[in-house]
């Protein structure tokens, strides 16, 4: 049986949680751009996961985690109070590197549509040489 509930809470905490990190004054979470990339939210709604990431790599999202495992408590007070729930759920919070490595592909693909461009380019000259001749 599928749990709806769960993918609409885990989507809320993510939602609640980025408005939360750009509301908190430690230096750590402004060090670069953190992102919450999913939540992964327990059946039965006691426990969440939370993949962080960031644009400066593997290092700074490793940092922004200890600064949200410090701030636990108060977090999940807060995702307690906005999102008026009874129990709120015990979170994890865990680093990783998929931002870094969605740019790294997007640049590879880029750089495959310009190499096709200028193949492209090349064949049309070679085209236009042909007609004139």
């Known amino acids: ?16 949680l980025s408005a939360l990190l750009r509301e908190m004054k430690d230096p750590r979470l402004h060090d670069g751009i953190i992102s919450i990339v999913r939540c992964d939210m327990a059946h039965d709604l006691s426990f969440c996961r939370v993949y962080i990431s960031s644009m400066k790599g593997l290092p700074t999202a490793k940092n922004a985690v200890k600064a949200l495992s410090k701030a636990q408590g108060f977090i999940r007070r807060e995702l307690g109070t906005r999102l008026k729930l009874r129990y709120a759920p015990a979170l994890a919070f865990e680093a990783t590197d998929s931002i870094e490595y969605s740019a790294g592909i997007s640049k590879i693909l880029m750089d495959i549509e310009k190499k096709q461009k200028e193949k492209n380019n090349s064949q049309e000259d070679i085209n236009d040489e042909d007609t004139d001749a």
């Open 1 to 16: 049986m599928p749990n709806y509930r769960a993918d609409r809470m885990s989507e809320d905490i993510q939602r609640e």
